[in-house]
């Protein structure tokens, strides 16, 4: 209807383009002032919200991205409707971009949405009102970025082609290194993981020797972001650098936003996001030790311990998979100008992407003891083939 469209209008331009939060309780109150319209003005929202989540893609940002702004910004009732957005929005498209999340559509209809809201959050109309809001204040205040890949409905995806780890064979890896995270044993966490390793290596040698001899799909590097979240987001980024350098990708941070876009051809993006999850897992549960050690002794550790203990494990981690990746070219030197010319290609489309970068300086290791434990963690976390501890 005419009028309830005007409605909502008078109610997005008092709330959506203040700098304060002033005009949100009016518009609020504007949205709810008639309460025999709700379901109407739920249907509203839902078509506006499609708009503005189908502008984000637009400008760059994916589904995750925004839900982990929305997180960080907002709260978990905020972070639901988001995603009752996203999921009202992609219903139109029959197929999604890889790496697209995955969401569903629950309510029975969009003439239901506003009843079915009011009972899921149990909250009343003006609370949802002034969430909503918010959501779309958020959605509208965000800049363009680096796109990774197509948008949902662009035909380009469709032509798109990436060779990805075999479904079988990631299906190895994933439970290998489930198992080399949950067991007490170090020796069999070795086997475990090195056996992962050597799986995505064995991938990465294949596929760049098939793209050299033709008889394979042309391929072209892809990109993803990965969440680098707080805290210890400093620590993090540089261990996830560094597992991406080892595999042939380029990593880029955006402290702002709390996301690394990382570049490489799509099957090296998989095993980034696999061994960069699992070795964060592996040092969360080694600082975890150390420092119930540390209490046992009767020394309390702080913040600066933990900070310390994990940029000593991404430091000395980075020393390790390169040392590996170094190791694993040199055994098969033939081989060698075909993963050269992926290197350069995915150089070429980090620089593209990225024509201007800045070095971050990193917030200083401040203690002794959690630099020396998170060091001894790095050389006992499980990467690949077994190495003596580099020299400190």
Same mark, same amino acid.
């Given at each position: 209807?005419?009028?309830?469209?005007?409605?909502?209008?008078?109610?997005?331009?008092?709330?959506?383009?203040?700098?304060?939060?002033?005009?949100?309780?009016?518009?609020?109150?504007?949205l709810?002032?008639?309460?025999?319209?709700?379901?109407?003005?739920g249907?509203?929202?839902l078509?506006?919200?499609e708009?503005?989540?189908?502008?984000?893609?637009?400008?760059?940002?994916?589904?995750?991205?925004?839900l982990?702004?929305?997180?960080?910004?907002?709260?978990?009732r905020?972070?639901?409707?988001?995603?009752?957005?996203?999921?009202?929005?992609?219903?139109?498209?029959?197929?999604?971009?890889?790496?697209?999340t995955?969401t569903?559509?629950?309510?029975?209809?969009?003439?239901?949405?506003?009843?079915?809201?009011?009972?899921r959050?149990?909250?009343?109309?003006?609370?949802?009102a002034?969430?909503?809001?918010?959501?779309?204040?958020?959605?509208?205040?965000?800049?363009?970025?680096?796109?990774?890949?197509?948008?949902?409905g662009?035909?380009?995806?469709?032509?798109?082609?990436?060779?990805?780890?075999?479904?079988?064979?990631?299906?190895?890896?994933?439970?290998?290194?489930?198992?080399?995270? +949950?067991?007490?044993?170090?020796? #069999?966490?070795?086997a475990?993981? !090195? %056996? *992962?390793?050597? @799986?995505? $290596?064995?991938? =990465?040698?294949?596929?760049?020797?098939?793209?050299?001899?033709?008889?394979?799909?042309?391929?072209?590097?892809? +990109?993803?972001?990965?969440g680098? #979240?707080?805290?210890?987001e400093? !620590? %993090? *980024?540089?261990? @996830?650098? $560094?597992?991406? =350098?080892?595999?042939?990708?380029?990593?880029?941070?955006?402290?702002?936003?709390?996301?690394?876009?990382?570049?490489?051809f799509?099957?090296?993006? #998989?095993?980034?996001?696999?061994?960069?999850?699992?070795?964060?897992?592996?040092?969360t549960?080694?600082?975890?030790?150390?420092?119930?050690?540390?209490?046992?002794?009767?020394?309390?550790?702080?913040?600066?311990?933990?900070?310390?203990?994990l940029?000593?494990?991404a430091?000395?981690?980075?020393?390790?998979?390169?040392?590996?990746?170094?190791?694993?070219?040199?055994?098969?030197?033939?081989?060698?100008?075909?993963?050269?010319?992926?290197?350069?290609?995915?150089?070429?489309?980090?620089e593209?992407?990225?024509?201007?970068?800045?070095?971050?300086?990193?917030?200083?290791?401040?203690?002794?003891a959690?630099?020396?434990?998170?060091?001894?963690?790095?050389?006992?976390?499980?990467?690949?083939?077994r190495s003596?501890p580099?020299?400190?």
């Amino acid at each position: 209807m005419r009028d309830l469209a005007e409605t909502v209008d008078r109610a997005f331009a008092a709330a959506l383009y203040a700098q304060d939060d002033t005009g949100l309780d009016t518009g609020a109150s504007v949205l709810v002032a008639e309460p025999e319209r709700w379901a109407g003005v739920g249907r509203e929202l839902l078509v506006r919200g499609e708009a503005y989540v189908r502008q984000a893609w637009e400008r760059g940002w994916r589904p995750a991205d925004v839900l982990r702004l929305v997180r960080r910004d907002l709260e978990e009732r905020h972070l639901r409707i988001t995603g009752d957005l996203i999921a009202a929005e992609a219903r139109r498209y029959a197929r999604l971009p890889e790496r697209w999340t995955d969401t569903e559509v629950w309510w029975t209809g969009d003439d239901t949405y506003a009843e079915q809201l009011a009972g899921r959050e149990r909250a009343d109309r003006f609370t949802l009102a002034t969430a909503v809001l918010e959501v779309f204040r958020l959605l509208l205040r965000l800049p363009s970025i680096e796109p990774v890949g197509p948008v949902p409905g662009d035909p380009a995806a469709d032509a798109l082609e990436h060779a990805h780890i075999e479904p079988r064979m990631l299906g190895r890896i994933r439970a290998l290194l489930a198992k080399a995270e +949950a067991t007490t044993f170090p020796e #069999e966490a070795e086997a475990l993981s !090195a %056996k *992962a390793q050597e @799986l995505m $290596a064995r991938h =990465t040698v294949d596929e760049a020797l098939l793209a050299a001899s033709g008889k394979g799909p042309a391929q072209v590097p892809a +990109a993803c972001r990965i969440g680098v #979240e707080p805290p210890y987001e400093e !620590a %993090k *980024a540089v261990l @996830l650098d $560094a597992v991406a =350098t080892a595999n042939r990708c380029r990593a880029v941070w955006n402290s702002g936003f709390e996301f690394s876009t990382v570049v490489g051809f799509e099957s090296d993006l #998989e095993a980034v996001e696999l061994l960069y999850t699992s070795l964060l897992v592996q040092g969360t549960a080694a600082m975890t030790r150390a420092e119930a050690a540390q209490r046992s002794g009767g020394r309390k550790r702080t913040k600066a311990f933990r900070q310390s203990f994990l940029l000593a494990y991404a430091s000395r981690l980075g020393q390790r998979l390169a040392e590996t990746a170094e190791h694993a070219a040199s055994e098969a030197p033939d081989n060698l100008p075909a993963l050269v010319a992926r290197e350069v290609a995915v150089t070429s489309r980090a620089e593209e992407m990225f024509p201007q970068t800045t070095t971050t300086r990193l917030r200083g290791a401040t203690d002794l003891a959690g630099w020396e434990h998170g060091t001894a963690a790095a050389d006992a976390a499980h990467v690949g083939r077994r190495s003596k501890p580099l020299p400190r």
